[in-house]
């Protein structure tokens, strides 16, 4: 009976290990295609999940925007494997974070990847003081569909891609069929009506997506996949995309053809047309970028011809992805990035002039997850985006207004060069050995209260200080408390804590000369003991620090 036993469990552990290897085989099967949902259904099955297993499970994820369940893979993944996991791997987790809000973690991950400073709370509150615009926007009715996206201009109605033609091949990377490209009215109400698809001039059994048009609609540009699939450097075949040319001859769209500068070999994808029909922008994985996508621009000549591609250069296009762009009546360009520091995933921005500074819109209209496609009549203050905030991608309609910021007044403190807040010396002072706020001290912080009720968009550092009597470990830990208890009575008057940082500084930077513990009277060192309030997101211009030394810059930075 024994042996018998012994028998059953070899074939049920052999049976298992078989199974476990055909779900590999399966999961990367499908991953090799593209098929993320097929593949995400195989690994989930795998028990004892290798690096490779949860590298592209967590892939899967991401790519069909799972992200909660992606930064939970990612996660076990870098406890598992830290060490021997590649960058991009680190970058799409910072990414499933920002977008399920966890940005202090992203944060880390971020300054490790890029060696630079991404600081989400710093950057959100500068942002808002500096965006021209504030967005406010609504879901488009009858946008029901599993993926609307690339809404544009079409004369009085408007141009869109949807993947509600069920008549059309089913797209294995998210189970959809392809896209086709449709025209709408919108009414006042923000809901399209007269939903019509364009005819099969235009429409094929393949994806096409992004129209715009010349400002008298007989001509439009439009993207489609490629019918041929080529081996990528992963030796897997993809479908690359290209740009298309129709004309509109007595109301039918005809006379289609494909842009020269297209290939089979890497995509050229979503166009956008200039006013003056002069330029046309689009986005590019073409060898010679900055890495994955970046924003083109080329001439369109008179005689139908076309100038070369001309990469936008380092303002605009990083080592990810940039792509969407949108060249407003007023020559301001929009294009979406996850490159440039954002809220999470694809975020939209605006540049214009040479291009060589870009914005982002600010978290009026940025999410953590992707917002794409984005276009504008700026004379009007309305247009639209793409967004799939809410799990699949569906169009908003917005309305735009000024950004209206009121200059925060601030005043330099005469030691520090700092500044700080115009009030009685932006200073409270503290008793020997004690940090306990004290009663003549209460009508400068509440006085400091009212000054951040006036000015929501500033952030305050307190930093407090010790005399030099003590040692300098205590003194240290003394400045810190003082500096807390000065936080927490800002709390309790409603303050939001978020709009407060706080540090001790021991003894190290005293007013005066009185550095030693004897030699100055009790007044030379109680103006030592106290805390002092710096306006810590105010932007100084480059002019400003054009003076300073690399040592400065640092402490600028710092304070």
Request: glycine share 6%; aromatic share 10%.
């Given at each position: 009976m024994k042996n018998i036993y012994s028998t059953l469990l070899i074939i049920f552990v052999?049976?298992?290990?078989?199974?476990?290897?055909?779900?590999?085989?399966?999961?990367?099967?499908?991953?090799?295609?593209?098929?993320?949902i097929d593949a995400a259904d195989a690994y989930e099955n795998v028990n004892d999940k290798s690096q490779e297993v949860l590298q592209n499970l967590?892939?899967?994820?991401?790519?069909?925007?799972?992200?909660?369940?992606?930064?939970?893979?990612?996660?076990?993944?870098?406890?598992?494997?830290?060490?021997s996991i590649e960058p991009e791997y680190q970058f799409r987790y910072?990414?499933?974070l920002m977008a399920a809000g966890n940005y202090v973690k992203a944060d880390e991950l971020m300054n490790e990847l890029t060696g630079e400073s991404w600081e989400h709370e710093e950057f959100a509150s500068e942002l808002d003081t500096m965006v021209p615009h504030k967005f406010k926007y609504d879901q488009v009715m009858n946008n029901q569909s599993s993926s609307d996206f690339g809404i544009g201009f079409y004369g009085d109605r408007v141009a869109f891609a949807s993947t509600r033609n069920q008549e059309r091949p089913v797209y294995p990377w998210n189970k959809l069929p392809t896209l086709d490209l449709y025209s709408a009215e919108m009414n006042d109400e923000g809901e399209m009506t007269d939903i019509v698809l364009f005819s099969d001039a235009i429409n094929t059994d393949e994806h096409e997506s992004s129209a715009t048009f010349s400002q008298d609609g007989t001509v439009m540009f439009f993207d489609r996949t490629n019918e041929d699939r080529v081996k990528n450097e992963n030796d897997v075949r993809v479908a690359h995309i290209s740009l298309y040319r129709a004309e509109n001859v007595d109301g039918e769209w005809t006379n289609v053809e494909k842009l020269p500068f297209s290939s089979e070999e890497y995509s050229v994808e979503h166009p956008s047309l200039s006013a003056d029909g002069s330029k046309l922008y689009f986005a590019s994985d073409m060898p010679g970028g900055s890495g994955s996508f970046d924003i083109y621009v080329v001439d369109v000549n008179e005689d139908g011809t076309y100038g070369p591609p001309q990469n936008l250069g380092p303002g605009v296009n990083t080592a990810h992805r940039e792509q969407f762009p949108f060249i407003s009546e007023e020559d301001v360009l929009y294009f979406t990035s996850d490159g440039h520091q954002g809220f999470g995933n694809l975020d939209i921005f605006r540049t214009e002039g040479d291009f060589s500074e870009v914005e982002n819109l600010g978290e009026s209209i940025n999410s953590g997850n992707d917002d794409f496609a984005f276009v504008i009549k700026e004379s009007e203050e309305m247009g639209y985006f793409a967004s799939n905030r809410r799990g699949t991608d569906n169009l908003y309609q917005f309305t735009r207004e000024?950004?209206?910021?009121?200059?925060?007044?601030?005043?330099?403190?005469?030691?520090?060069?700092?500044?700080?807040?115009?009030?009685?010396?932006?200073?409270?002072?503290?008793?020997?050995?004690?940090?306990?706020?004290?009663?003549?001290s209460k009508p400068v912080l509440d006085s400091v209260v009212t000054y951040m009720n006036d000015y929501p968009n500033i952030k305050v550092k307190v930093e407090s200080h010790a005399d030099a009597r003590g040692s300098d470990q205590y003194n240290m830990a003394l400045s810190k408390r003082r500096a807390a208890s000065t936080?927490?009575?800002?709390?309790?008057?409603?303050?939001?804590?978020?709009?407060?940082?706080?540090?001790?500084?021991?003894?190290?930077?005293?007013?005066?000369?009185?550095?030693?513990?004897?030699?100055?009277?009790?007044?030379?060192?109680?103006?030592?003991?106290?805390?002092?309030?710096?306006?810590?997101?105010?932007?100084?211009?480059?002019?400003?620090?054009?003076?300073?030394?690399?040592?400065?810059?640092?402490?600028?930075?710092?304070?």
């Open positions: 052999s049976i298992t290990a078989f199974g476990q290897k055909s779900d590999i085989r399966d999961g990367n099967k499908f991953f090799a295609q593209a098929a993320y967590g892939d899967s994820y991401f790519y069909t925007n799972q992200m909660q369940n992606a930064a939970e893979v990612y996660e076990l993944l870098f406890l598992r494997h830290e060490g910072a990414h499933t000024e950004n209206e910021i009121i200059e925060a007044p601030t005043v330099t403190d005469e030691t520090s060069g700092q500044d700080v807040i115009p009030i009685d010396g932006s200073k409270i002072y503290f008793d020997f050995d004690k940090a306990t706020i004290k009663p003549e936080v927490e009575y800002l709390v309790e008057k409603g303050i939001d804590r978020g709009r407060l940082t706080s540090e001790g500084y021991g003894e190290n930077r005293p007013v005066n000369d009185c550095t030693e513990p004897t030699g100055c009277t009790n007044e030379q060192y109680a103006k030592n003991r106290r805390s002092v309030f710096v306006v810590s997101n105010r932007n100084r211009s480059m002019n400003e620090n054009t003076n300073m030394d690399d040592s400065e810059m640092e402490d600028q930075d710092e304070n």
